[in-house]
């Protein structure tokens, strides 16, 4: 973090719970991260690991009950968004301007019963505080800026009318008429198919190049990863137990968590079908969290040394490579 | 949408025809001689053969049945055999009656439920959910005729408030009109006001959990906005459908509620019109009260098109 100023999303020690029947669920247990201006970042882990929970949360948008944001802080372009009421102007403001998202399901994420256009120029309306015809014509150099043909009548189009590819399109051009700056994109491509795929990304990779947009992707192809994220963060149980450069994750592991989901995919550039699912056993249930290392019963280096508390992240190499794990430094015993 | 609007049309048109043809055979389908019926066994031979030839009983039905369709564009619907006056004169004296009652409750039934359906869905398990719902669910339980009785007698019989019987038309006396048809316009929209709310609130609750929401409120549109526009648009489709459905429960209604309140309107008509065996009036009801329900589901599947553009392309 050697230039503040050009930080743009700050979280700081981030917690959110679920609170069940079943009791407290730790979704995001003390997460910190940081987006740079014109970043590409990655945050990966297994499915309910609490990726979408973080980033819901980020926007204030985690459903309330059952969910609530218990601590940490959302620093945005410098100002604690967790200050603001979840429903206050402000946070809208931030919503959609600041900080767009674009989520996996391309096919339900736009409103059947209204036009693109109409779904445009209404958030185009809201933020730029402009009148429906220039709402309408922006709308329609946005969907120009993605690559939509024919933007004009495309406008006039229903969801239903457009393709899978064609939606996150849309869904990307609301945040370039609004100017966001960053793009919280969870698993922007999965739904898609491969070809539809990398020009979506593409198209995300452009935005950075073009507007100096930032953008956090969410995913489970490490594919994606190695070609578009700069920096990624690896997840397990709701914490973030391993982060660095996308090279030195990809090359240098230090977490038997990543070891084990790298070995899980057997091409870097695997498609999406092949999730990452193939370590052994279970993710543990958020809900009844042991007082150590949450990946102990998984993990094949576990000895008693890591029953003695959470292991917190700790550098472990050059370039801000982090990690939690009480072996880390026995890099002998990991060696396989 | 014009293309759809002008299928939906012809779709009407061809069942105004079809129901038509049902209308006409209530004569011919029901045992025996319509007018030996009607008139009594004891009547003699000629006046019989006197009144078959006024109704062109005598000739062949296909002829019949064009006659039939001819005079009533010219508005005869045929006399009536007990009143010795105009089928039409009829109606059109009745007729106001019905709409005074049905059209509030129709009206009154969907703007209520509506409400009621929204509120509760916003206000998810809150007192004012719990108790909204237990009074719709009371609405939709309980039968028509005793809800009925039981303003009658509330209100009517012990409190006062309300004349027992004597519709006055708003054209007489708005105030006579509000004072006669509060009681049976709430008896007849009570239920479509239960299942209108209930379909509503599961519909919103349903909505609102959709991706499309989600990503309307991560675009930072207000929760009023959300609630109101994008979710209700989605939460109405169904709804549709169910007002359709109680445009005929809300007919159906009328011979009850009128009955039971005592208007002079086209349920009574019916009524004594079947008891009378006064073929023509009930002819003639039937006929328009099912012109009433098919031109109903065609504003209603118009309305089906206009707010769902998936119908609107399927269909169209
Ligand atoms: N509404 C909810 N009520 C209770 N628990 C929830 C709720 N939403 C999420 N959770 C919990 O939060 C955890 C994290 O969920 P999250 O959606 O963030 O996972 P994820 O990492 O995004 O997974 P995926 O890769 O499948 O999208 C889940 O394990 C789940 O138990
Ligand atoms: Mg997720």
Known sequence: MEDNRNILLEVKHLKTSFFTQAGEVKAVDDVSYYIKKGEIIAVVGESGCGKSVTQMSVMQLVQSPPGKIVGGEVIFEGQNLLEYDRNSPEMRAVRGAGIAMIFQEPMTSLNPVFKIGTQLSEVIMIHKKVDKKTAWEEGIKALEAVGIPDAKSRMENYPFQMSGGMRQRVLIAIAVACGSKLIIADEPTTALDVTTQAQVMELLQSLVKTYGTSILMVTHNLGLVTRYAERVYVMYAGKVIESGTTEDILMHPVHPYTKGLLNSVPKLDASDEERLVAIKGQPPRLSELPSYCAFYPRCPYACEECKQGYPILEEVGPNEHFCACWMKNKEVAHAE | ?316
Request: aromatic fraction near 8%; charged fraction near 15%.
């Open chain 2, 1 to 316: 949408m014009t293309s759809y609007i002008i299928k939906r049309v012809l779709a009407s048109i061809a069942v105004i025809f079809i129901v038509s043809i049902f209308v006409f055979s209530i004569i011919h389908l029901l045992p025996g001689d319509p007018v030996v019926m009607a008139l009594g066994l004891e009547t003699p031979m000629e006046d019989i053969e006197r009144v078959r030839e006024e109704h062109h009983l005598n000739d062949p039905l296909p002829q019949q049945y064009i006659t039939w369709i001819v005079e009533m564009f010219h508005g005869d619907f045929g006399d009536s055999l007990i009143e010795f006056r105009p089928v039409a004169d009829i109606i059109k004296e009745r007729l106001p009656r019905t709409l005074a009652i049905g059209i509030p409750a129709f009206v009154l039934g969907i703007l209520l439920g509506l409400l009621i359906g929204i509120v509760s869905a916003v206000r998810r398990g809150k007192a004012i959910d719990q108790t909204l719902t237990f009074f719709t669910t009371l609405s939709i339980g309980t039968p028509q005729f005793w809800i009925g009785m039981l303003l009658l007698y509330l209100f009517s019989i012990k409190l006062h408030w309300f004349p027992m019987r004597n519709l006055v038309m708003p054209g007489e006396s708005i105030l006579g009109y509000l004072r006669s048809a509060t009681l049976p316009i709430i008896c007849s929209c009570l239920q479509m006001m239960g299942s209108i709310s209930r379909q509503t609130r599961s519909n919103m609750l349903e909505v609102i959990s959709q991706d499309y929401i989600r990503t309307a409120r991560a675009n930072g549109i207000s929760e009023k906005t959300i609630v109101y526009k994008h979710a209700l648009k989605n939460a109405l489709i169904p709804v549709v459908t169910v007002i359709g459905m109680n445009l005929r429960n809300i007919i159906a209604g009328a011979v009850l509620i009128e009955n039971i309140f005592s208007i002079p309107g086209i349920g009574v008509t019916m009524t004594n019109a079947i008891n009378n065996r006064d073929y023509w009036v009930l002819q003639g009801c039937v006929l328009i009260v099912s012109f009433i329900a098919v031109f109903g589901n065609l504003v209603v599947d118009i309305l089906y098109g206009y707010i769902d553009p998936r119908i609107r392309e399927a269909r169209g």
